[in-house]
């Protein structure tokens, strides 16, 4: 059965991307905690990151630094914070949030609502810069 994430990838629900290639996909995640939250996933639908082989690991880790750099580039900031949770969607996937404090990457925090323009303006930002 297949995964939110792959139906995305499949474009059978509909997300702001960011980033594709072959093997990866990059979107704005839709409950953000920060403007340029952006989730990063192999598009193979593999429940846990570490079971990932090497190659498509590291693939992972090297497009969210593309994505990073760019999220920083868009929304100055005093990092990127990576986070991999992976509990609520069974489908590998990174957190990428700006961040100007700890309390920033706080998944407790209230998410922010953005409509649907905004969403599409940060994620054309962010891609035209990866």
Do not use: W
Not at 48 to 71: C, M, P, R
Not at 105 to 129: G, H, Q, W
Request: net charge negative; glycine share 4%.
């Amino acid at each position: 059965m297949d995964t939110i994430f792959t139906k995305i990838v499949k474009g059978e629900i509909p997300s702001y991307k960011v980033y594709e290639d072959e093997k990866y996909y990059a979107f704005l995640d839709i409950s953000p905690l920060k403007k340029g939250h952006t989730l990063v996933i192999p598009k193979s639908q593999v429940d846990y990151i570490f079971d990932l082989d090497d190659q498509e690991l590291s693939g992972l880790h090297i497009v969210s630094k593309k994505v990073a750099k760019a999220i920083k580039e868009v929304f100055p900031c005093e990092k990127v914070g990576v986070v991999v949770l992976g509990l609520e969607v069974p489908h590998a996937h990174i957190h990428l949030i700006p961040l100007e404090n700890e309390q920033d990457i706080n998944f407790a925090n209230p998410k922010l609502k953005l409509n649907p323009e905004e969403m599409k303006s940060i994620a054309d930002k962010i891609s035209e810069r990866i």
